[in-house]
Antibody, heavy 119, light 107 residues
């Protein structure tokens, strides 16, 4: 079955770069699906960050587009999130996920990882 | 961008109650609307996709309806394990936005 696992630093300094990786198991990252990042600030709702297809096509939410990059590493069966120039507002639980076929709901999620932006 | 607005933001209900949560899109999204349940410290879980299709292994007391801009999630016969936060999401266009969530609490 599809399994996703986030990894990366739990603490990032303000103005620094947040980098997370999602290890994918149970399915090839070259499957015809989109690989997604979602975040959730403490006590707040879910925010869709962006998505990538193994072909390299990406979509990002406009409010983060200037600071975010999502990439795929086919050799490692993983995908990554990079967010530059972080502030305290970027403190959140970050989830990696994969969409389903057809109408593209999100049935597969990682467990989430808390990233705190603080000096 | 499409904005998703849920109501109410929170509600209190008792076991056995019927609960209705609404989600409105700022423009038509056809039936590209999905509902998620999230419990504290856990990842969201999809309950309903394409507005009204029940995800496998989800109890039949959950149901969804709507199309275009207005959607509803109904939980009939509320059970103790249903106390959680429910969020809608549209996948009609990017960014694939979520509603702000509705917290269902025990009365």
């Amino acid at each position: 079955q599809v399994q996703l696992q986030e990894s990366g630093p739990g603490l990032v300094k303000p103005s620094g770069t947040l980098s997370l990786t999602c290890d994918v198991s149970g399915v090839s990252i070259t499957s015809n699906n989109w690989w997604i990042w979602v975040r959730q600030p403490p006590g707040k709702g879910l925010e869709w960050i962006g998505e990538i297809h193994h072909s390299g096509s990406t979509n990002y939410t406009p409010s983060l587009k200037s600071r975010v990059t999502i990439s795929v590493d086919r050799s490692k069966n993983q995908f990554s999130l990079t967010l530059n120039s972080v502030t305290a507002a970027d403190t959140a639980v970050y989830y990696c996920a994969r969409d389903g076929a057809g109408v593209r709901a999100i049935p597969y999620w990682g467990q989430g990882t808390l990233v705190t932006v603080s000096s | 961008d499409i904005q998703m607005t849920q109501s109410p933001s929170s509600l209190s209900a008792s076991v056995g109650d019927r609960v209705t949560i609404t989600c409105r899109a700022s423009q038509s999204i056809d039936r590209y609307l999905h509902w998620y349940q999230q419990k504290p410290g856990k990842a969201p879980k999809v309950l309903i996709y394409a507005a009204s299709t029940l995800q496998s292994d989800v109890p039949s007391r959950f149901s969804g309806s709507g199309s275009g801009t207005d959607f509803t999630l109904t939980i009939s016969n509320l059970q103790p394990e249903d106390f959680a936060t429910y969020s809608c999401q549209q996948s009609y266009s990017t960014p694939r936005s979520f509603g702000q969530g509705t917290k269902v609490e025990i009365k």
